[in-house]
């Protein structure tokens, strides 16, 4: 596995594999250049994917359009500026992967992108496609999470998948990995390809946000994401069963619902727990905001976009140490770190009060500030995509030289 530097990531024409087509963004001059084009394909819209593709919503942010492929199911996920292709996906299996290759390759011959983004592991299957079509257009993959993660209860299928996407990645011109932890399991299981590290970023709040939804004579924790097996409800359930016996300060706010129904657990009949569904993206900090922590018990993460998200409202994560979670939170300073079991997460419940967690709101707003807001990912893409570019690589690269709009 190639890897160019994640710390700098100082992209060059030769550091990437060049592609043989002229890029429609040349001209003769100014008036010859269009916009850049990005075409993302993408397998789900949800949760913490469908907030990453938001940030591309910021053309003049990114110097690029971009234009999604996507379930028609999640496409009120999706930043209205952005133009969307839909398909049907009813479920996982053939039918639905078919529909979003077919969908994927329509867009591309009416597009005509000047790159190609794939999100996600069933996204591979129109990578396969579209070499196979020979389709010039360098080509991007992240996973936005390795599935072989997944499986760590199975060690037959992590094998299987680890053969599956480890090899088919290669077919990018480059990865992206959203988190080191991401990197470096890419490295330690020998995944092909030439791959890099682009940390997830978050937009700005959307303001003004409400900070007075919840009672604040109680201990306010959110949980926003996914209700499946990977996001650790049902562990988290279990410690608030034990915790509840013993104080009653604390409410748990969850923010979501199922998309896998692995979950197995029964939120209706919990103390003290309140079930919101999902909310509209631009309601979502008004949660974080009025919180006093979030918590975040996943068994796997490949990186766990909620905590920027409730970091940039200086609200500080209870998190895991699952994936790429422990590398996002420092002890004591904008959270806590618990193992992924009932008897940790328990402790850590126990442990907390309304003081300190308040007393972390000035160091989540230097981090969101420092690491993950998005004009340090906008940075990164504009490199990248100078690197995928040769032909425009002095004209991307001059945008780095310019004040990114906040």
């Not at 969908?103 to 597009?111: G, H, I, Y």
């Not at 990865?175 to 092909?192: C, H, K, M, P």
């Not at 079930?275 to 068994?299: E, T």
């Amino acid at each position: 596995m190639e890897q160019i530097d994640p710390d700098t990531l100082n992209l060059t024409a030769r550091a990437l594999p060049r592609t043989e087509r002229p890029s429609s963004l040349s001209g003769s001059g100014k008036q010859g250049r269009r916009e850049m084009v990005i075409l993302h394909v993408c397998e789900t819209a949800k949760g913490g994917v469908g907030s990453y593709l938001n940030i591309f919503a910021d053309q003049d942010r990114l110097g690029a359009r971009s234009i999604l492929v996507l379930p028609e199911q999640h496409a009120d996920q999706i930043d209205p500026r952005l133009k969307t292709y839909v398909f049907n996906r009813s479920g996982r299996g053939p039918v639905p992967v078919m529909r979003l290759v077919q969908t994927a390759l329509k867009a591309a011959r009416a597009e005509k992108p000047d790159v190609i983004f794939f999100h996600s592991t069933f996204a591979l299957s129109a990578l396969i496609m579209f070499r196979m079509a020979g389709i010039k257009a360098p080509k991007i993959y992240c996973s936005h999470g390795w599935a072989v993660s997944r499986y760590d209860h199975s060690p037959r299928k992590a094998a299987l998948v680890r053969a599956v996407e480890g090899r088919l990645c290669g077919l990018a011109d480059v990865t992206v990995n959203i988190s080191q932890a991401d990197l470096n399991l890419a490295q330690e299981l020998g995944y092909r390809g030439t791959h890099c590290l682009i940390e997830n970023a978050v937009a700005p709040p959307k303001l003004p946000a409400a900070v007075d939804l919840f009672d604040p004579s109680h201990i306010n924790l959110l949980f926003v994401g996914r209700l499946d097996r990977q996001k650790g409800v049902d562990i988290l359930l279990q410690a608030w069963a034990q915790v509840a016996r013993m104080r009653d300060d604390l409410r748990l706010h969850i923010v979501g619902s199922g998309v896998n129904n692995d979950g197995g657990y029964n939120i209706e009949q919990a103390e003290n727990v309140f079930l919101h569904g999902w909310v509209d993206r631009d309601m979502i900090d008004a949660y974080y905001r009025s919180a006093d922590a979030l918590i975040v018990p996943s068994r796997w993460e490949g990186f766990g976009l909620v905590v920027p998200e409730a970091f940039r409202n200086g609200t500080p994560a209870l998190v895991s140490r699952a994936g790429a979670l422990p590398d996002l939170v420092t002890e004591g300073r904008t959270g806590h770190i618990f193992e992924a079991d009932v008897e940790a997460i328990a402790n850590c419940l126990m442990g907390i009060n309304k003081s300190s967690l308040a007393a972390m709101e000035s160091a989540c707003l230097d981090s969101y500030e420092t690491r993950f807001h998005q004009n340090r990912f906008a940075q990164d893409f504009t490199q990248l995509f100078a690197a995928l570019l040769p032909a425009q690589s002095a004209h991307l690269k001059a945008r780095l030289g310019k004040p990114v709009p906040r």
